[in-house]
């Protein structure tokens, strides 16, 4: 009786051993699903392709572990366009033609995203991009999605707060290129809406030395608040010139300055200044029910053992991108289309961002409690109350 | 009204001091060897990153970091010119010219691999509070950079009156052949002109650390005003250098003041193509013909 | 002959090459061809320097976008006025800036060059802004599109080939012997007769027309233009696309295009150090090839022959 008690468990055991090793020969056999990544990694905006291309990397490594997708694995394969559209496009191609990708996710910029919108297009391919730009998802083009949350939600938290503080007439200073041209139309479309008056509208050059001309001239308005749109360091050198010509008006900046950098580079200069940002600078301030917070529990603590260095939140749109487009893919087989049509069906998924409900008439999914609005108190992040 | 318009002027002048510096560098440079070089932007950016490393990073005085991140920039121009300029057979001038904008590519991507791609702040000089004048703010860094570049301006005057070795210069770029005919070792005056105008480079960039923010690529745009400054004010004269300087600073300053801040560059740059409409040789300049 | 041996050549790689990368890759090195052609008449023959090209590049990109998006016209119908626009403004950019020279006129063409950008950049309610301008239509031949690599490969190489022909054409011509005659010595040129004013004055319209056609060419292909494709930096890497491959040589244009324009893809794989590799290369390349890669590579090839015949000649022992 114990004899054959143990040759059938010697069976089973054998069994189960062949069955998960087919089961695992299977999932090795099985081609992986190349996923094609394009991002400013070095160049101008390399503060955004960098941790997005280390995000990205991240990402697929954490869905590998659990096994891939439907037994396929996903690899990588990720160019640089240094923040040029016309290499971006050359990438795309190369993405498209040579590696033969099921889905590009990428650019980091709106330039560079709009350059190769026209080509995925016409290849079938979906894109989700982590670009900010409203251009890119409005209007809906059919294999277009972005994860990098519009313009328009980062100025509806800055507005709501102004409201709030009683504050009218208002001066804003721009960076001259697309993210400061995108702020600045969102700051003037929606002013009205909040009772909102801006007095005097600046712009600068991202590699000014310095800007207390424009600040000069903006002061001389008399605005209540001043916004300022912009990524490093040139927003820094604002706080700084703002604070040495002893400007008293609450600064507002955009979120594209939201990283640890900033406050590095602007220093006691930044006392006081508010911010829109996603809810990654105050992961730990968040309230326990926050659906976010163990994502970006998660999402801070992996990049910065795997890293070493400290996160921001640019790399979170390509991260989202990556488990967007997991959650789409199964049962797709790989097939373009239907990984599109999947893609429209994804909802409720919370992400590092926000919480992403795309919609045929939504290829950006993210709602108003994307953003959060903070303030710099002694060298750190305050969230403030909604 | 006033009151802004000093403001203005105080900025355009900061910036314009600034500029200066940069383009005397290029116009000792031009007026000893007849050359352009591309890569003096980088050496701003290596005065500016040296700087913050050796005064913020190890500690050191303020005079020290100076002295040493200024000497650090010119044995880098010292090196340029051997390892690259000197070796070129039949030298045409755009092939230097070229030759420094692989260099201007080179030194970016070393000092992005040496302090990374993020860019770096640097507290003022000193920590006195801004001065007020009618209405207007001047800060200390301000005056620092005004003090500076005077005081930079000088000594050159000095050594190009006083010194046996500044008058060599002065003859080289005068006649270089005759020059070597009267025993100037033109080929030393070369590498020296070298050193001077990368650690010129490289005072511009100390100057300008604490005002902005540094960063491996803060060159490019930097060096094209310090060019343009250099041409407003004609090659080879460092007078010529400061007016053309202070003159795009303030331009633009008042261009953000008066019109608009989105328009300032190409506002700046009309009115230098006018005066050079006027002037084809700059505003000090002689006149000369380079051809390629 | 030359010339029909260039044209079977371009035909076979169309025919060969099949992926679309590559495709595009040699579309942008005919793109880039045609801006180095242009400037090379310009610096090569004339001797006068531009740093301001890509304006003009950007004239005929924004020229067309602009005429074929708010307008609703048809590219084939905004090539002219496009054309007509950039041959305008260089006409009227070179009657003063002509009376520059070296590197002053390098600075006025920089300033022209800044100018334009600003203007391609704040004109937004136009030129789309920084974000860029959107929905520019592909080409077509009678309800063909030319917008697959293929075509697009095809007729890029065409216009090269053309504007080849155009060039030895001018380069042969007693134009062309004036033009060197300028470059040699303005004064000695002008003391033989030759009206060197206005003779300056239509190669750079000329080279400007060049880079109009291809930033025409570039808005079609791509679809999409935004400012920075047309910065100082673009025309900066026309000049050197001029000298590494050769100043004076038409085929030098080709080549130093080719290398410019494959080498950063190449160089990728040095990731962080791209910039550092790609620096030293061009600094090594102007060093060791002064004339340029096309003169630099015959003199090796004579030299090797040289030696060769030597070697041969030589009594064996």
């Known amino acids: ?386 | 009204m006033l009151q802004e318009v000093l403001q203005y002027f105080f900025s355009g002048v900061t910036n314009g001091a600034i500029y200066a510096v940069i383009a005397l560098g290029f116009t000792m440079l031009f007026g000893t060897t007849g050359l352009i070089n591309f890569a003096q932007g980088e050496f701003v950016m290596l005065g500016a990153l040296g700087l913050i490393t050796l005064w913020k990073g190890l500690d050191l005085p303020l005079w020290l970091a100076f002295v040493l991140s200024t000497a650090g920039v010119a044995a880098t121009g010292l090196l340029l010119e051997r390892l690259a300029i000197r070796t070129v057979r039949k030298p045409h001038p755009i092939v230097l010219v070229i030759i420094t904008i692989g260099a201007s590519i080179l030194l970016k991507g070393i000092a992005m691999l040496a302090w990374g791609k993020d860019a770096r702040s640097a507290p003022p000089f000193s920590r006195h509070p801004p001065l007020e004048v009618a209405g207007a703010t001047l800060l200390s860094q301000s005056i620092w950079i005004i003090v500076i570049v005077v005081l930079v301006v000088l000594a050159l005057q000095a050594f190009y009156r006083k010194s046996l070795t500044g008058k060599a210069m002065q003859a080289c770029a005068i006649n270089q052949k005759a020059a070597l005919l009267i025993g100037i070792p033109s080929e030393r005056m070369t590498l020296l002109a070298f050193a001077l105008s990368a650690g010129m480079g490289g005072i511009g960039g100390i100057l300008v650390a604490p005002v902005t923010m540094s960063s491996y690529d803060m060159g490019m745009l930097l060096g094209l005003k310090g060019f343009c400054a250099a041409m407003l004010g004609g090659l080879g004269s460092s007078w010529g250098a400061v007016l053309g300087g202070m003159l795009l600073g303030i331009l633009e300053a008042l261009g953000v003041g008066l019109f608009s801040s989105s328009l300032k560059d190409a506002i700046a740059f009309f009115l230098l193509l006018g005066i050079l409409y006027l002037r084809p040789s700059g505003i000090l300049g002689e006149k000369a013909v380079h051809r390629f | 002959m030359r010339q029909f041996t260039f044209a079977a050549a371009i035909l076979a790689l169309g025919l060969t090459v099949s992926q679309s990368y590559h495709l595009q890759l040699l579309t942008f090195i005919g793109i880039h061809t045609l801006l180095a052609l242009g400037l090379n008449m310009l610096m090569g023959y004339a001797g006068q320097i531009s740093l301001g090209h890509a304006a003009f590049y950007g004239l005929g990109a924004y020229g067309t976008g602009i005429l074929t998006v708010h307008w609703g016209f048809s590219p084939w119908a905004g090539l002219p006025l496009t054309l007509a626009l950039t041959f305008v403004v260089a006409f009227l950019v070179a009657l003063p800036m002509l009376k520059l020279s070296g590197y002053y006129l390098g600075m006025g063409t920089l300033g022209f060059g800044m100018i334009a950008f600003v203007v391609f950049r704040e004109w937004s309610s136009l030129t789309g802004g920084d974000s860029g301008l959107v929905g520019i239509p592909a080409l077509d031949v009678g309800g063909v599109s030319l917008s697959s690599g293929k075509a697009g490969y095809f007729l890029v190489w065409a216009c090269v080939l053309l504007a080849f022909f155009a060039c030895e054409r001018v380069v042969d011509s007693r134009v062309g012997r004036a033009l060197r005659a300028i470059h040699d010595s303005e004064r000695a040129a002008a003391a033989m007769g030759i009206d060197t004013s206005r003779l300056k004055v239509w190669v750079f319209v000329f080279s400007a027309l060049l880079a109009s056609l291809a930033g025409f060419l570039y808005a079609h292909l791509v679809t999409f233009i935004s400012p920075n494709s047309f910065d100082f930096l673009v025309s900066v890497r026309i000049v050197t696309m001029v000298v590494i491959g050769g100043m004076a040589s038409i085929w030098g244009s080709l080549l130093g295009a080719a290398v410019l324009t494959i080498l950063p893809e190449w160089l990728h794989v040095f990731t962080d150090y791209e910039m550092v590799v790609y620096g030293l290369i061009l600094m090594t390349i102007m060093i060791f090839l002064p004339q340029g890669l096309t003169r630099g590579i015959l003199d090796i090839h004579e030299r090797s022959k040289r030696k060769d015949t030597a070697a041969s000649s030589a009594p064996r022992s």
Request: proline share 5%.
């Open chain 1, 1 to 386: 009786m114990r004899q054959t008690e143990s040759r059938w468990m010697v069976t089973l055991v054998l069994c189960a051993a062949v069955m998960l090793g087919m089961a695992h020969s299977h999932a090795w056999a099985k081609e992986p699903y190349r996923i094609g990544g394009v991002f400013s990694i070095t160049g101008a905006s390399s503060f955004l392709g960098d941790p997005e291309k280390k995000s990205m990397e991240m990402a697929i490594e954490e869905i590998n572990a659990r096994g891939g997708i439907d037994g396929h694995l996903l690899e990588a394969v990720i160019y640089d366009d240094e923040g040029d559209p016309t290499k971006a496009v050359l990438n795309a191609t190369k993405l498209i033609s040579k590696d033969n990708v099921i889905a590009i996710i990428g650019p980091s910029l709106t330039p560079t995203t709009l350059a190769i919108v026209p080509m995925v297009e016409k290849e079938k391919i979906p894109l989700i991009s982590c670009a900010a730009g409203i251009k890119i998802t409005e209007p809906v083009k059919p294999f277009v999605f972005k994860t990098a949350q519009s313009d328009v939600l980062a100025v509806n938290a800055i507005y709501s707060h102004m409201k709030k503080g009683k504050l009218q007439k208002i001066g804003i200073i721009t960076v001259a290129n697309a993210f400061g041209e995108s702020g600045q139309e969102q700051l003037n479309a929606q002013a009205a809406k909040y009772g909102i008056e801006i007095v005097q509208s600046e712009s600068f050059g991202a590699k000014d030395t310095d800007m207390t001309a424009q600040l000069t001239k903006l002061r001389s308005a008399n605005p209540q608040a001043i916004v300022c749109w912009g990524t490093n360091p040139g927003p820094a050198v604002i706080s700084k010139n703002i604070q040495q010509m002893n400007m008293k008006m609450p600064l507002y900046q955009s979120h594209g300055v939201a990283s640890p950098k900033f406050l590095e580079l602007a220093g006691d200069a930044a006392e006081g200044t508010y911010l829109p940002t996603g809810k990654i600078l105050v992961t730990g301030q968040l309230a326990e029910g926050d659906p976010q917070k163990p994502v970006l529990q998660h999402y801070v603590q992996e990049f910065e053992k795997k890293y070493q260095m400290p996160v921001s939140g640019f790399g979170g749109y390509a991260y989202d991108a990556v488990h967007i487009l997991a959650k789409a893919l199964p049962g797709t087989e790989g097939n373009k289309e239907k990984i599109r049509d999947s893609l429209e069906k994804v909802r409720g998924l919370v992400g590092v961002t926000g919480t992403f409900n795309f919609s045929p008439t939504d290829h950006n999914g993210l709602g108003e409690d994307a953003f959060v609005m903070v303030q710099i108190q002694k060298g750190n992040w305050k969230l403030l109350e909604k």
